[in-house]
């Protein structure tokens, strides 16, 4: 690709954003580039921030991808506090919050998702929590220690899916009662099906938490500080901390506005990427968890909001930024650990279409074994629980598209 005048701008503040900016400089030491984040730091990684970093086991410089002397020593221009507010694609310029006008030659959108919000009464008492940044992680772990030590402290976590359950795992180890409130008969349900729902839900009460399904009317308070949560049964859970985790929504608001095509809902939203990961305008690219990637293998567009998307989207993207045009092919990934049990996941179910099978190679009542979806008789998606270096097997038998026989399966583990 000819050089330009006009930097690269990478435009967000995770992963996606750090791993593109390295990949560019792997590739051309000598390309403007800058990196703007509305953060007040360099890029970061966010799963820790629901685990180890919650918990006080990992420090904060362990977050970083890159340091931020890195982005000074590679010539990267690194703006932090910086809010791009609106795109003009045609004349390729970009204006910041504080009417700054940045001129760029190709552009990333690497710019994640937020918090979905609560809309009920009481969601802005003092004690209600959201975790998406090191500053929300930061708050939280500041007010589960204190409350640790006075009488115990009572959290309800408002949501089921990974980020509430990790943050209820975390939250045990510090010794607070916890009860969580979900929506389904057990956590993580949309996600992995009801038996493996139910494993997890057997970990976290076997490890003392209440589970609760019902939805979250109001968070009531006293003083303007939280007291406890109401559920649409009536039921009234005491709480000293509220930690709401009921998904998020990928920021598109600035490729929409910008014209953008974006994805519809019912195919995952998000905005619209080609193979190399090019928006509909071809100096724009889009990674991370706003982008809508085609998947070769499932035939589908796929935009999947995990560390490993990121990770390997984001990197694909930079090479894409000099001209590289290598179509994207990875399978979904992700992970979690909570309290001693460990999970990969593999590939992409959507069981809201139901026709999924579920076979299963271990022990479920050890907590040790690996659940395989299939369809049509082929693997679509796989899930170890605390076992370990599967995955590229996993990867074999899901790329094969064969008919894997139930015996070879369940013999997986052996």
Not at 333 to 346: L, T
Request: aromatic fraction near 6%; glycine fraction near 12%.
């Amino acid at each position: 690709m000819p050089s330009s005048p006009e930097p690269i701008l990478v435009v967000g503040g995770g992963l996606a954003a750090a791993k593109a900016a390295e990949a560019v400089r792997e590739r051309d030491a000598d390309v403007g580039l800058l990196v703007v984040t509305s953060e007040p730091c360099a890029p970061y990684e966010r799963p820790p921030l629901s685990k180890e970093y919650l918990r006080g086991q990992a420090e904060r410089d362990a977050l970083f991808p890159l340091d931020e002397d890195w982005y000074a020593d590679h010539d990267v221009d690194l703006r932090t506090s910086a809010t791009v507010v609106g795109l003009d694609l045609g004349a390729h310029r970009a204006t910041l919050a504080d009417g700054a006008v940045l001129p760029f030659s190709r552009l990333l959108l690497a710019t994640g998702s937020s918090p979905r919000m609560l809309d009920i009464p009481g969601r802005d008492l003092a004690g209600v929590h959201y975790l998406r940044t090191v500053e929300d992680a930061d708050l939280i772990a500041a007010t589960l220690l204190p409350a640790s030590l006075e009488n115990g402290g009572r959290l309800v976590v408002i949501g089921s899916g990974w980020i509430g359950m990790e943050v209820a795992a975390s939250a045990r180890s510090f010794g607070l009662d916890v009860t969580v409130a979900g929506l389904d008969e057990h956590p993580l349900e949309p996600v992995l099906g009801p038996e493996m729902g139910a494993l997890y839900g057997r970990v976290h009460t076997d490890h003392g938490v209440d589970l609760r399904r019902g939805e979250a009317i109001a968070i009531v308070g006293a003083e303007g500080r939280v007291t406890g949560v109401e559920l649409h049964d009536g039921t009234s859970l005491p709480a000293d901390i509220v930690v709401v985790g009921v998904g998020a929504t990928p920021n598109v608001g600035l490729a929409e506005a910008a014209g953008l095509s974006l994805r519809s809902r019912d195919q995952g939203g998000g905005v619209v990427v080609g193979p190399a990961l090019r928006t509909s305008h071809p100096d724009v690219l889009a990674a991370g968890d706003i982008a809508s990637i085609p998947s070769p293998h499932y035939g589908r567009p796929l935009r999947v909001e995990h560390w490993a998307t990121a990770l390997e989207s984001g990197t694909h993207a930079g090479r894409a930024l000099l001209g590289d045009d290598t179509p994207y092919d990875v399978l979904p990934y992700f992970f979690s650990d909570q309290y001693d049990v460990g999970m990969e996941y593999k590939g992409f179910v959507d069981l809201r279409r139901g026709g999924y099978e579920l076979v299963l190679s271990g022990s479920v009542d050890d907590v040790e074994l690996v659940a395989f979806w299939l369809r049509d008789g082929a693997v679509h998606a796989a899930m170890a629980v605390n076992v370990w270096e599967r995955m590229d097997d996993v990867e074999e038998l899901i790329r094969s598209r064969r008919d894997v026989p139930r015996a070879e399966l369940e013999a997986f583990t052996r």
